[in-house]
């Protein structure tokens, strides 16, 4: 299939996702000048971090790995590829970045997987900074399954942050680097024009 038509495709399909999307639940009202941090794993880090380097209030967002499971019988689960995201809550509220890893990042109904990317590395994830984090994640995923908003149950797992490894140079701005290259431009190319069609007003002026 031509790359082109399978953008179009990819994209109408998610848009008609994020129209039946409710919004996420209230948090507190952030102070100005704060700055807040959020850990989420989608899948590869790449696409994730283009996505939300591309969102209003995002101050810098960082590839790496974060997460061991409970030991299994080919040992504990690897860490996950996630984004440590640090923004400005004044400008854009944590249940907004929710809000865009549910709807364009990823597929939070895959199981330890991310399209052609298989492996608990893949793994939906939220890694929580507090409390108030921890609720908002845990009541948008209630509200998001209770609409029907996805055909199957988000398998997206909810668990405290504990600390994140940086990931090497070479993956930091991959997508920025590297946009004609082949997985690029299948997997992140789509989410782009995806979030750009459904989200614009959360984009970063160019």
């Given at each position: 299939m ?8 990819v994209?109408?399909?998610w848009?008609s ?10 948090e507190?009202k952030a102070n ?8 989420l ?5 790449w ?14 967002v ?6 061991r ?5 080919l ?7 996630v984004v440590?995201i640090?923004?400005?809550?004044t400008?854009?509220s944590y ?13 939070p109904?895959q ?7 298989i ?14 984090q921890?609720?908002i994640a ?13 055909p ?6 909810v ?5 994140f490894?940086?990931?090497g140079?070479?993956?930091?701005n ?12 299948y997997?992140?190319v ?5 979030l750009?069609?459904a ?8």
């Amino acid at each position: 299939m031509p790359r082109e038509l399978y953008v179009v495709i990819v994209t109408a399909l998610w848009l008609s996702i994020a129209q039946q999307f409710p919004p996420p639940p209230d948090e507190p009202k952030a102070n100005r000048g704060a700055e807040a941090t959020a850990v989420l794993a989608g899948g590869c880090f790449w696409g994730v971090e283009a996505i939300f380097e591309r969102v209003n209030g995002v101050k810098d967002v960082v590839s790496g790995f974060a997460g061991r499971g409970a030991p299994g019988p080919l040992g504990p689960m690897p860490q996950a590829e996630v984004v440590r995201i640090t923004f400005d809550p004044t400008k854009v509220s944590y249940g907004t970045l929710l809000e865009v890893f549910f709807a364009v990042a990823h597929d939070p109904t895959q199981l330890n997987r991310q399209g052609p990317d298989i492996g608990p590395e893949y793994r939906s994830s939220i890694f929580y900074m507090d409390e108030d984090q921890r609720r908002i994640a845990e009541a948008y995923i209630r509200r998001l399954d209770n609409a029907s908003v996805f055909p199957k149950k988000i398998v997206t797992t909810v668990v405290a942050f504990d600390k994140f490894l940086q990931a090497g140079v070479e993956h930091q701005n991959f997508v920025a680097r590297n946009p004609t290259a082949p997985y690029v431009q299948y997997n992140d190319v789509p989410k782009l024009a995806h979030l750009e069609k459904a989200f614009p007003q959360l984009l970063k002026p160019r």
